[in-house]
């Protein structure tokens, strides 16, 4: 078992003798170490009052993978940027999105709330 890699990319290559002197066909396993969290970035939503009962998120990740959403704290479903809730009450309400890369590295999550007033 291999301890405390370094991220980035990684080979392993095994071979086996028997007794005879016989050996196998060597074996090379090569990854990719990532324990790096993706930064996300809001770029857009409402303000935090506004009449309008609708409400249009954007935001991105600086590394590939998915986004995640929760609007008005339901369980987290599988999104993407301009996120858009709408027919939205007046009061208050909840957005929440993280991302997950390629390596399933979580982000902090960004939460937003805000109201809406007739």
């Known amino acids: 078992m291999y301890t405390n890699l370094a991220n980035g990319p990684h080979t392993f290559t095994a071979e086996a003798f028997d007794i005879a ?3 196998s066909p060597m074996q090379t396993q ?3 170490q990532d324990t790096v969290r993706p930064i996300i ?3 857009g939503g409402p303000p935090p009052v506004t009449k ?3 409400a249009t998120f954007t935001f991105m990740s600086n ?3 998915i986004f995640w959403c929760s609007k ?3 369980p987290y479903v599988q999104c993407s940027s301009l996120f858009t809730m709408s027919s939205l009450a007046v ?3 909840s957005f929440a999105v993280f991302a997950a890369d390629m390596a399933n590295n979580h ?3 960004y939460v937003d709330t805000w109201t809406v007033q007739k």
């Open 21 to 23: 002197g016989n050996h």
């Open 30 to 32: 090569t990854w990719t």
């Open 41 to 43: 970035t809001v770029t």
């Open 52 to 54: 309008n009962t609708s």
């Open 63 to 65: 590394e590939a993978g």
């Open 72 to 74: 008005e704290g339901k």
């Open 91 to 93: 009061g208050a309400h």
């Open 107 to 109: 982000s902090t999550t």
